[in-house]
């Protein structure tokens, strides 16, 4: 019987196993197994065995059991061998480190020059900790890891662990954040910080402070605390989380070194009253006497009358009233650069401009036509010298006939009451033309304008090209020095775009690029003033793929284009083929 097998030694074990540890001094350990497998058959079968047949396969298994002890004891002996080797290989590999690391390249790098080099790289970069929804970042930590050499120069620059940007979700893991906020916080030392802060939890009350949970509730405590060393503060945050903090921490909230303010408050629609309890923690603002510059991306702020206007000398204002922005220009006596993005709600014009006294650089993006009418018309710039207007929001009137631009005579009153020594001139528009009288006259009031940029995405149609833009531009800028009647004389940089009906239009207005070029460097002077001109030409034409051409000089004006650059006046005329729609 197959059972009965179990009970016979093995014959082929009659010999023992022997496996020698040690080839050196032949140390061998020796198997004292000497019974049978067993047979897969019997395995198989449905034999059931004696009761005399399982007590000898007992003492066989404990014999086994003694066996496998013996080999235990061996490897552990084996094994502390091993780990007493691994040990000392990783001290040697160790020493290999620090001796590399002693001749390295790196380290032969003077402490002044690492420093320049390091503070470089921390002024490329936004943050020097960055607390993300997915990720952890601490560029400054990694640097201070690769030696002592480097760590203890990053460590004598504070400056390198000031910036923190830091994401506050559901999904973020804080526990290790918390450790290297405070990290960061006491090497950057008495350096001013610069925060970025998003609080992306929306949850009301009940539930906001258990999903913050331990690890962000003392984030926010020690981030908050932390806002008197701050230089530059970005907020965006859920107007709930306020109720995270107990009423004395918010009454220690104050601004002593804050030169720049940005709120991301693209949920906070409701108004918020100085007396509201959540104004607690934005009330500091208006006291902060370094704050200079603004970014608002919500009017709440404005709504509470929570920031120093008189001292503030930059602000951008995004999606905000237009009442907002003159009350920005009324009450900021001290402003020299604004930006108004996407303003709304149109009013009426101020009765008497208000006098920007010191704005120097205003820059109008994605603005109504009726709105900026109203804004030219209530505002007088004697000091401005950068003008940028972006009136390219799509319009829904009928394009069949040409529209002009409705703000034309509005700004161009702006420009001459203001008699401002306008130095570079941005405009943008969109289904919008301008008239050739309101073309040369806004041309004859940037007497002192060296910088020109228009982009005009007007219509393709054959009937629009006696309103395009850019041939106008480039007529009136025709110079005709010996009549002393050159429009923008100081220009030194020309950059034109516009969509082209045909190729042969093209071809005329890039004819007129030339002569308006080569009439501007043909004067007395030494030198020619205009130093750079580039025009874009956009031609609509159906492509089968509706992808676009590349953007090329036309063959027929390199040469002419040569001659120019030898000149010292740079032209290029690019043409670029879009597919129409």
């Not at 990053?154 to 999904?171: A, C, E, Q, Y």
């Not at 030339?514 to 030494?526: D, F, K, Q, Y």
């Amino acid at each position: 019987m197959l059972s009965e097998q179990l009970l016979i030694p093995n014959a082929q074990q009659s010999t023992p196993r022997r496996t020698i540890l040690c080839d050196k001094c032949h140390n061998t350990f020796i198997s004292n197994l000497s019974h049978p497998p067993v047979p897969v058959k019997l395995l198989k079968s449905h034999e059931i065995p004696t009761d005399m047949q399982v007590s000898q396969t007992l003492a066989v298994i404990v014999d086994e059991e003694k066996e496998v002890n013996r080999y235990i004891v061996e490897i552990q002996k084996l094994r502390r061998a091993m780990d007493r080797l691994e040990s000392e290989k990783a001290e040697i590999q160790g020493r290999i480190r620090d001796r590399k690391g002693w001749i390295s390249a790196s380290r032969r790098i003077p402490s002044e020059i690492l420093s320049t080099i390091f503070l470089e790289y921390f002024t490329n970069n936004e943050h020097t900790l960055e607390i993300g929804t997915k990720h952890i970042s601490a560029p400054t930590l990694h640097l201070s890891h690769v030696s002592s050499h480097w760590r203890n120069t990053t460590i004598s620059l504070p400056k390198m662990w000031s910036r923190f940007t830091v994401s506050i979700n559901d999904n973020v893991e804080l526990r290790s954040a918390e450790d290297l906020i405070a990290l960061y916080l006491q090497r950057a030392g008495n350096h001013a910080l610069t925060l970025h802060l998003r609080v992306g939890i929306a949850a009301p009350q009940e539930t906001l402070i258990p999903r913050l949970g331990r690890h962000g509730r003392s984030i926010l405590r020690i981030l908050v605390q932390a806002l008197p060393r701050c230089k530059e503060v970005s907020v965006g945050v859920q107007d709930d989380f306020l109720w995270t903090f107990d009423q004395s921490l918010l009454n220690s909230i104050s601004f002593p070194l804050l030169e720049t303010f940005s709120d991301i408050f693209t949920d906070y629609d409701r108004q918020l009253s100085p007396f509201d309890e959540e104004a607690t923690f934005w009330r500091p603002l208006a006291d902060a006497p370094m704050l200079r510059s603004v970014f608002l991306s919500s009017d709440f702020l404005i709504n509470a009358n929570m920031l120093p206007y008189g001292q503030l000398t930059t602000v951008h204002l995004c999606s905000a009233p237009l009442r907002h922005a003159l009350h920005i220009f009324q009450v900021c006596t001290n402003l020299s650069i604004l930006t108004l993005e996407g303003l709304y709600e149109g009013t009426e014009p101020l009765n008497t401009p208000t006098m920007a006294q010191n704005l120097t650089r205003l820059d109008l993006r994605d603005c109504f036509s009726d709105d900026l009418s109203c804004l030219f018309e209530s505002v007088t710039l004697p000091s401005l010298v950068c003008l940028g207007v972006d009136a390219s929001i799509p319009i829904d009137d009928d394009m069949g006939e040409a529209m002009i631009w409705h703000c034309e005579s509005q700004f161009i009153s702006m420009l001459r009451r203001s008699s401002a020594s306008l130095q570079e001139l941005s405009l943008k528009f969109n289904e919008v033309y301008l008239t050739p009288s309101g073309v040369k006259e806004l041309l004859s009031l940037c007497s002192q304008l060296t910088s020109l940029k228009v982009h005009a995405s007007t219509s393709p149609l054959e009937d629009m090209e006696q309103w395009a833009i850019v041939p106008q531009l480039l007529q009136q800028l025709v110079s005709e020095a010996s009549h002393g009647s050159t429009l923008a004389p100081r220009l030194t940089a020309i950059d034109l775009q516009e969509e082209i009906f045909s190729e042969s239009a093209a071809v005329r207005v890039a004819e007129a690029a030339l002569g308006m070029v080569e009439s501007r460097g043909s004067s007395n002077a030494s030198e020619p003033v205009l130093r750079k001109t580039q025009v874009v030409l956009v031609l609509h034409e159906p492509r089968s793929d509706g992808t676009r051409g590349e953007v090329g000089t036309s063959q027929m004006f390199v040469d002419e284009c040569l001659e120019l650059g030898k000149k010292g006046s740079e032209l290029k005329i690019l043409f670029r083929v879009e597919p129409l729609e």
